[in-house]
């Protein structure tokens, strides 16, 4: 089986800086596309960035300039580095990779379990 297992969550002021990492495990072949989700209280969950295994990046509009996402091939970890963080960045952070268990089975998505942001004004 496949874990995603995140951390790096927490509490922090407006203006600061948190730094999330994802580590996959188990049964992995090969990693594609890593990437950030998050899920505010009553909205739906959104993509925040994503990372190729040939490091392309993509962000959405409301982070760009602020976040940084970077993966570890070799570690199996996809990190997010947020600066300039301001009370509509508060969610549920939720880490997402698309695996290879086996060469023989399509690859799969898995999701982490979540880690909660929260940005104080």
Not at 1 to 21: D, F, H, I, P, T
Not at 32 to 56: C, F, H
Not at 60 to 65: E, I, L, N, R, Y
Not at 94 to 120: E, H
Request: charged letters at 20%; aromatic letters at 10%.
């Amino acid at each position: 089986q496949v874990q995603l297992v995140e951390s790096g969550g927490g509490l922090v002021q407006a203006g600061g800086s948190l730094r999330l990492s994802c580590v996959a495990s188990g049964s992995i072949y090969r990693i594609n596309d890593m990437g950030w989700y998050r899920q505010a209280p009553g909205k739906e969950r959104e993509l925040v960035a994503v990372i190729t295994k040939s490091d392309s990046t993509n962000y959405a509009d409301s982070v760009k300039g602020r976040f940084t996402i970077s993966r570890d091939n070799a570690k199996k970890t996809v990190s997010l580095q947020m600066s300039s963080l301001n009370p509509e960045d508060t969610a549920v952070y939720y880490c997402n990779a698309n695996i290879f268990s086996s060469w023989t089975r399509p690859p799969l998505d898995y999701w982490g379990k979540g880690t909660q942001v929260t940005v104080s004004s």
